[in-house]
């Protein structure tokens, strides 16, 4: 089966850190550009980091910029999200994607919440 397993959210205080993993299984994962995606109550999802297959390009909202870290780990399946210095306001849940020219595949999210 076509699967993406987020993992490694939690509870964290303002300025922690957390990171977080996305395991993919059922489909060449090194064909796919990965995406970390989050979305709160009362918001839109939105795009959080991107990777390319060969993690050659990747780019970031600018509010996480600085911060978080996206990568991946061809031999392992998994893409990572290397959160530092959080903030409330990235309280969400994250969702990962994978994406090439004809599909997309979503995870079933981790929740991030981040104490104020």
């Known amino acids: 089966q076509v699967q993406l397993v987020e993992s490694g959210g939690g509870l964290v205080q303002p300025g922690g850190s957390l990171r977080l993993a996305c395991a993919a299984s059922g489909f060449t994962f090194s064909s796919y550009a990965m995406g970390w995606y989050r979305q709160a109550p009362g918001k839109e999802r939105e795009l959080v980091a991107r990777i390319t297959r060969a993690g050659g390009s990747i780019n970031y909202v600018d509010s996480v910029k600085g911060r978080f870290t996206i990568s991946r780990d061809n031999a392992k399946n998994t893409v990572y999200l290397q959160m530092n210095s959080l903030k409330p306001e990235d309280t969400a849940v994250y969702y990962c994607?994978?994406?090439?020219?004809?599909?997309?595949?979503w995870g079933q999210g981790t929740q991030v919440t981040v104490s104020s």
């Open positions: 994607n994978a994406q090439n020219y004809i599909y997309d595949v």
